[in-house]
């Protein structure tokens, strides 16, 4: 890396890199090859197939550049390619990971033709030995630790590149020496410095660059059909913002509610409902769960651990939630009853809402729902799920909007309910169905890892309790008929 070409920013080396500025791409490698190879290997347990991964990542990403919506972001980048293409290969392999380095009585001397840098730092043996004690090591302590000796044992650096606090960096490092056995310590310490990727590893991956300039390649690439690019592009730039597009869907939805309530008394009810609703899911989506973040880095939590953290925190999310608007709607009921047997009510008669406000209210409703889960499925390249989500949040609406036209509004609360009801079960299927997958992809790993780390029946149980919550608390708040309703009957 030149010392002029070094000082460049990501967002510089990117944009240079996308008009085949092939330097640029080169100090891109030299960068960052450390941080790929280290990822690879710790997933793998295997220098050459680390390695492999490796180039292959910087390959990819040479041909997805133009890809890339926010170049300062490189780094990031670059980590879930490398994440992807190590679930890939596993996937394609049919076998799980951590498990693919020889055994040291299946060892036999490599060949001597096209070995690889790190083949020719460190024999087959000391490989074998490597890994034996290393995958003793839980990922949490095992990959800064593989990080810190191939980046000149800098904390800095390495806090860095896996975006940590380099006081958490330093916990691990320091867990993951004592996890390992004295005798091995130094032969550890001494082995990975000598397989960092160097200079031979940058030429590897520039002479598998086609010769064809970035600018191209990407002309090759919209040839293939405008209208595939058009839509790809913007499905690229709309689906990130999806998450915030639905919690802004959700107050519209909410805020049409208010506006469309029959009495002041109500309008001020579902202000102050729907305000504390929409501050405790800010506050939970955000801080809360940066915090529970930030406390798996401190307490130093196993991956298991952080699992189990991490679903019991969103199934309380759920529970909150189901209980709020199960109170929320006994409540507004409970008003609208008693205003239709109050006489002398001063308020006026209600209008009711217009077409285009009811059916923003609905959407909202739907997006609300639908919006973080097709973000999540596109995140993880599960596009046919996100597509199948985005089929049917569309498909509900209309159901819901087609049935619901024209009922007066006491009439229509019942059957809104139920559409919506319809909806939460539809995401709750689909997540109990690709969960695991996803977490599996965003891990690098498979689902017999997934299902050690959080227990095949752990999402389905917890999809239980919440229906049983809810089924329970409408049971336990249904309102007693009164007197006059009895007689009546």
């Known amino acids: 890396m030149t010392p002029k070409m070094s000082l460049h920013t990501d967002a510089q080396l990117v944009e240079w890199s996308r008009n085949g500025d092939r330097t640029a791409f080169a100090t891109i490698v030299k960068k960052y090859q450390s941080l790929v190879c280290s990822i690879t290997y710790n997933a793998t347990g295997s220098l050459s197939l680390s390695e492999d991964l490796a ?24 980590c ?30 490599p060949p001597s033709l096209e070995a690889s840098p790190s083949m020719q730092a460190v024999s087959r043996e000391e490989e074998a030995i490597l890994w034996r004690a290393l995958q003793r090591i839980p990922d949490t302590y095992r990959e800064p630790l593989i990080l810190f000796y191939r980046e000149e044992k800098s904390v800095e650096r390495v806090a860095a590149e896996l975006e940590l606090t380099e006081d958490a960096v330093r ?31 940058s030429n590897a991956v520039l002479a ?3 010769a064809t300039s970035m600018a191209a390649a990407g002309a090759g690439v919209a040839g293939k059909g405008a209208a595939m690019a058009k839509s790809g592009s913007l499905a690229g730039w709309l689906v990130p913002w999806a998450p ?3 919690i802004l869907g959700g107050m519209v939805s909410n805020w049409l509610s208010v506006q469309a309530a029959p009495t002041a008394r109500e309008r001020r009810f579902q202000m102050v409902a729907f305000s504390g609703f929409w501050a405790f899911v800010l506050a939970w989506a955000f801080p809360a769960q940066f915090l529970v973040q930030e406390l798996r880095y401190r307490l130093a939590w196993s991956d298991a651990s952080f699992y189990a953290a ?6 309380f999310y759920a529970m909150v939630t189901g209980a709020f608007f199960v109170f929320f709607f006994r409540r507004i009921v409970a008003m609208r009853r008693q205003h239709e047997q109050t006489p002398g009510i001063s308020d006026p008669a209600p209008t009711p809402p217009a077409p285009g406000s009811n059916l923003a209210m609905i959407a909202g409703v739907y997006v609300a729902l639908f919006s973080w889960l097709i973000y999540v499925a596109w995140r993880v390249h599960d596009n046919l799920t996100a597509g199948i989500a985005a089929g049917l949040m569309v498909a509900l609406f209309i159901w819901h909007f087609i049935d619901l036209r024209g009922r007066p509004e006491p009439a229509a609360m019942r059957p809104a309910l139920q559409h919506v009801a319809l909806a939460g079960v539809a995401v709750l299927a689909i997540l109990n169905l690709r969960l695991n997958a996803w977490l ?20 389905p ?4 309790s919440l229906i049983l919550w809810v089924g329970l608390l409408v049971v336990l708040t249904k309102p007693r008929a009164s007197a006059c309703e009895a007689a009546q009957r």
């Open 55 to 78: 180039q292959e990542t910087f390959f990819a990403a040479w041909k997805q550049l133009s890809e890339l919506r926010e170049p300062a972001r490189l780094r990031s980048w670059l």
């Open 80 to 109: 879930g390619i490398t994440r992807f293409l190590v679930g890939k290969e596993f996937r394609r392999q049919g076998r799980e990971p951590l498990h693919v380095a020889a055994a040291l009585d299946a060892v036999q001397e």
């Open 171 to 201: 916990q691990r490092l320091s867990r993951g020496r004592k996890l390992l056995q004295e005798e091995v310590v130094a032969f550890v310490e001494g082995t990975l410095s000598r397989t960092a990727p160097d200079q031979r590893f």
């Open 208 to 210: 598998m660059l086609p």
């Open 244 to 246: 915030f597009v639905g």
């Open 310 to 315: 991490m679903t019991a925190f969103w199934w």
């Open 440 to 459: 599996a992809v965003r891990r690098g790993t498979d689902l017999a890892e997934i299902h050690r780390l959080l227990p095949v029946w752990a999402v």
């Open 461 to 464: 149980l917890a999809t239980a």
